[in-house]
T-cell receptor
Framework: NAGVTQNPKFQVLKTGQSMTLQCAQD?????MYWYRQDPGMGLRLIYY???????DKGEVPNGYNVSRLNKREFSLRLESAAPSQTSVYFC??????????FGSGTRLTVV | SQKIEQNSEALNIQEGKTATLTCNYT??????LQWYRQDPGRGPVFLLL?????KEKRKERLKVTFDTTLKQSLFHITASQPADSATYLC???????????FGTGTSLTVIP
């Protein structure tokens, strides 16, 4: 099993450009999440989807949008990238009461 | 405000000793708490989960305790090995929701 797959692994954007981060899981989990990780800040939740067809804001949603395309896929979109969005982005999935399975991350730099 | 705090300094220990990492929280009523391992350039990997009504959980060389009175969880690695060197994250899920809140992590180095 692949677990949680994220693409791309690395990306450099210019300020104002848009992009979509892709995430797919093959474990039939209901819940999926997008986190960003910054030095000294830990993992912060951007958006999550408790089940197919639902999405909710997390701690730091501004500047992002998400789509739960189906049970497997949960994408994160930056409509107009800003340098403050330079970070490592992790997608994760889980079932209630169990641990998260994380992807390997997308390292995004906005210049 | 709600806060999760882990040992802010890096922890260095000698191979074979027991490493003890601390996770303190304020203003949460956790349903359960989890520990993760993260290696450089990789995503976190789930290690252990402990529920609010459990005092202790073990898995091989790992042990987690949970004291809801002290609002603290301790994570122990016994007979530590250089391969245990990594950053360890604690995360909790409050009773009121299903989101995880993560601490900033503690960097552990096991010296041969």
């Amino acid at each position: 099993n692949a677990g949680v797959t994220q693409n791309p692994k690395f990306q450099v954007l210019k300020t104002g450009q848009s992009m979509t981060l892709q995430c797919a899981q093959d474990m039939n989990h209901n819940s999926m999440y997008w986190y960003r990780q910054d030095p000294g800040m830990g993992l912060r939740l951007i958006y999550y989807s408790a089940s197919e067809g639902t999405t909710d804001k997390g701690e730091v949603p501004n500047g992002y949008n998400v789509s739960r395309l189906n049970k497997r896929e949960f994408s994160l979109r930056l409509e107009s990238a800003a340098p403050s969005q330079t970070s490592v982005y992790f997608c994760a999935s889980s079932e209630v009461g169990s641990g998260y399975t994380f992807g390997s991350g997308t390292r995004l730099t906005v210049v | 405000s709600q806060k999760i705090e882990q040992n802010s300094e890096a922890l260095n220990i000698q191979e074979g000793k027991t490493a003890t990492l601390t996770c303190n929280y304020t203003n949460y009523s956790p349903a359960y708490l989890q520990w993760y391992r993260q290696d450089p350039g990789r995503g976190p990997v789930f290690l252990l989960l402990i529920r609010e009504n459990e005092k202790e959980k073990r898995k091989e060389r790992l042990k987690v305790t949970f004291d809801t009175t002290l609002k603290q969880s301790l994570f122990h690695i016994t007979a530590s090995q250089p391969a245990d060197s990594a950053t360890y994250l604690c995360a909790l899920v409050p009773n009121t929701g299903n989101q995880f809140y993560f601490g900033t992590g503690t960097s552990l180095t096991v010296i041969p």
